[in-house]
C-alpha cells in the first residue's frame, strides 16, 4: 500500500514496518535506534522539502508537463556486473546522452535543479568555495566506498537515487535488512501491477523534470541494478525504451553484492553473521533478478535490446561500446571517440583489491544449481562458486 498523489509517491507498509521491526522486533541496541530514527527524520525532511519543489514546479514551470522522453536507454544488470563503467564510458558521449547524476535525484524538481543553477554561477564567479565543500562532503559521506563503488553529488549514478524518496528499492534493506518482515521492495514486477505502475509513474515524472531543467534536447541514459525486478513495469511506462543488458556469472556478481550490504549491517546491527538468513535472502533476491530477466527478455523487441557480458566488457570496453552503438543504429562522434579513448585507457590500470565468494556467505553449488541452474545454462556458465569475484 502506498500513498501517491500527481507529485510523489511513497510506499507507506514499506516505512511502517520498516521502523517497527527495527525498533522493537529485534535486539535492542542504541546505535540501531539512534540510526532509524535520524535517518527516519531527515528522509521526511528530504521527502517534504522534494514535494515542495514539486508543487512550486506546477506553479512556476508548468511546461515541465510537455517534456518528452524519447528513447530512453536503460542498463540494467544485476549488482557487481559494470554498469557503473558502463555508463560512465557513455556519458561521456555528452551531445547525445543525458545521465542522471546523484544531486540531480536528490533535488528532482525543477525549482530545486533551477536554484542549484544560479548557485552554481554565483560560486564560479566567487572561485568556487562551495563547489570545494560539495566535493568535501563527497569525501566524507561516501569516500569509503571509493574502492568498490566511487560515488560523488556530481557523477551519474544508480537510478535507485530516485527510488529512494518512495522506498521501494533494494537500498531500503542497507537499514533495514528485513527481507521477510517487508513487503518485495526489491522486486517491483512482484507488487500489484497499480502499485508498480504508481512507482515507475513517479519515477518517469522525476526524469521528465531533470531533462526539462538540463537536458531537454537529450537522450536519457540510466541504468539500475535494481531494474531487472522492474523490467515488465519500465516497459509499460516507457514503450519506446531501450535495454542494455549486462550479464555477469553470479558467483561473481552475487558475493561482491552481498558483501556491500553485509559491511553497512555490520554499523548496526553486529549479530548479522556472514552466514545468516539476512545474508542468504540477499543473495536470493538476486538470483530472483537473474531468473526474471531470463524470462523477460525475449519478449522485448531485438532493436530496442542488446545484451553484453561482463567478461566482454572489461576485455574490450572500446569494442563493447561500438557495438552497442551500431545495434542501436548510433554513430561516434569524433569528440565522443577521443575521450573514450581517454577513458578506456585510464580503467587499464584499475584492480580491484576484494575478493570474495560465495562459500563465505554459506553458499555451495547446491544452491547455485538449485536458484539458477537454467540461468548458468542459457549463458553456458559452469556451475562454480570457488573463484573470486572482485
Known amino acids: 500500500m502506498g500513498v501517491s498523489h500527481d507529485r510523489m509517491y511513497l510506499h507507506l507498509e514499506t516505512f511502517r514496518k520498516a521502523i517497527a521491526t527495527a525498533l522493537f522486533h529485534r535486539p535492542f541496541r542504541i546505535r540501531r535506534w539512534g540510526l532509524v530514527l535520524g535517518l527516519a527524520v531527515l528522509f521526511l525532511l ?26 530512453p536507454v536503460f542498463i540494467v544488470a544485476t549488482p557487481r556486473s559494470g554498469t557503473t563503467f558502463l555508463q560512465r564510458l557513455l556519458s561521456l558521449d555528452e551531445e547525445r546522452f543525458k545521465p542522471l547524476l546523484l544531486h540531480e535525484m536528490i533535488f528532482s524538481a525543477v525549482v530545486w535543479q533551477r536554484t542549484i543553477h544560479v ?8 572561485g568556487r568555495p562551495g ?39 533494494e537500498a531500503t534493506y542497507l537499514l533495514c535488512p528485513y527481507y521477510k518482515e517487508l513487503p518485495p521492495i526489491g522486486f517491483t514486477d512482484a507488487l500489484p501491477q497499480h502499485e508498480a505502475d504508481q512507482l515507475v509513474t513517479f519515477f518517469r515524472q522525476s526524469v521528465q ?26 516497459q509499460r511506462s516507457f514503450p519506446d525504451a531501450r535495454f542494455i543488458h549486462l550479464v555477469r556469472h553470479p558467483a561473481e556478481a552475487i558475493p561482491s553484492h552481498v558483501s556491500m550490504f553485509h559491511s553497512t549491517w555490520m554499523v548496526h546491527s553486529p549479530e548479522i553473521r556472514k552466514v545468516s538468513p539476512e545474508t542468504r535472502a540477499c543473495a536470493g533476491l538476486v538470483a530472483s533478478w537473474y531468473r526474471h530477466m531470463l524470462v523477460e527478455a525475449p519478449a522485448i523487441p531485438e532493436a530496442r535490446y542488446v545484451r553484453i557480458m561482463y567478461d ?26 577521443a575521450k573514450l579513448d581517454l577513458a578506456v585507457t585510464e580503467a587499464k590500470s584499475y584492480r580491484s583489491r576484494h575478493q570474495y565468494t560465495l562459500a563465505e556467505y554459506g553458499l555451495d553449488e547446491v544452491w547455485l544449481k538449485d536458484q539458477l541452474g537454467t540461468v548458468l545454462e542459457a549463458y553456458s556458465y559452469p556451475a562454480r562458486t570457488t573463484e573470486p569475484s572482485h
Not at 514546479?57 to 511546461?63: E, G, K, S
Open 46 to 71: 528530504f521527502w517534504s522539502f522534494l514535494a515542495l519543489g514539486r508543487i512550486l514546479d506546477d506553479l512556476l514551470f508548468r511546461a515541465w508537463r510537455s517534456q518528452p522522453i524519447t528513447a
Open 119 to 126: 548557485l552554481a554561477a554565483l560560486d564560479r564567479f566567487l
Open 131 to 169: 563547489g570545494r565543500t560539495v566535493d568535501f562532503v563527497g569525501r566524507f559521506f561516501f569516500g569509503n566506498w571509493d574502492d568498490r563503488h566511487f560515488i560523488r553529488l556530481d557523477l551519474p549514478e544508480e537510478d535507485e537515487g530516485l527510488y529512494i524518496f518512495t522506498l521501494v528499492t
Open 209 to 234: 523534470r531533470l531533462l526539462f531543467a538540463n537536458g531537454p534536447q537529450h537522450t536519457v541514459l540510466t541504468k539500475g541494478t535494481c531494474s531487472l525486478g522492474r523490467i515488465r513495469a519500465l
Open 312 to 337: 566482454d566488457l572489461v576485455a574490450d570496453p572500446r569494442r563493447t561500446v561500438e557495438g552497442i552503438y551500431d545495434h542501436f543504429g548510433l554513430t561516434i562522434g569524433r569528440a565522443f571517440s
